[in-house]
């Protein structure tokens, strides 16, 4: 069975008007996508489906948790992501993407594969810098050992002055 199939939304018998969908992505939909960032996540999709005549509105509502590594200590750490996301689906001629936000598709489609659709937003809602989060007390939960090597590297060797200007971006922990 082709994993993705679950992720396909059939509205060719779906009446004009509102419907609500949910779907759980776990690893094994990461897995489908050959070079994904994500390995192991369990995220749930709630989709607003809107149908009119010549036009589908589908809000997607994205909560859940993805493994990332963190930039700091490089362990594995759960990152909680949660976002919206509109996608646009009108009909033409043949299958083309009008802008980030509309999709064209074939006038005589009866169905929609979302699969990318979740994939590309969920990637959207990873932060650029990826570290773990604070404990309730305002600790680093990084790798202690690691971070204690980091900082014997940097107070042990001599400053060079190429790097003065990237340590005043360094974060204050």
Not at 14 to 30: A, M, Q, T, W, Y
Not at 56 to 70: A, Q, R, S, T, Y
Not at 92 to 107: A, L, S
Request: hydrophobic share 35%; net charge negative; proline share 6%.
């Amino acid at each position: 069975m082709d994993y993705l199939k679950q992720f396909v939304i059939q509205f060719g018998g779906l009446k004009p008007g509102k419907h609500n969908f949910s779907f759980e992505v776990e690893d094994l939909f990461f897995e489908q996508f050959e070079y994904s960032e994500i390995k192991k996540g369990n995220v749930t999709v709630k989709i607003d489906f809107e149908r009119e005549e010549k036009i589908l509105i589908l809000d997607f509502l994205i909560d859940g948790k993805v493994e990332m590594h963190c930039d700091r200590c490089y362990e594995p750490f759960l990152l909680p992501i949660s976002g919206k996301e509109r996608l646009i689906v009108k009909f033409g001629h043949d299958f083309h993407e009008e802008n980030e936000e509309v999709q064209i598709i074939p006038e005589g489609e009866t169905q929609i594969n979302i699969s990318s659709f979740i994939y590309e937003f969920i990637h959207l809602l990873i932060p650029f810098r990826r570290v773990h989060p604070d404990d309730e007390n305002g600790n680093n939960l990084c790798d202690p050992e690691i971070i204690k090597r980091i900082d014997e590297r940097e107070s042990s060797s001599e400053p060079d002055p190429r790097w003065e200007a990237l340590k005043k971006l360094k974060p204050k922990n």
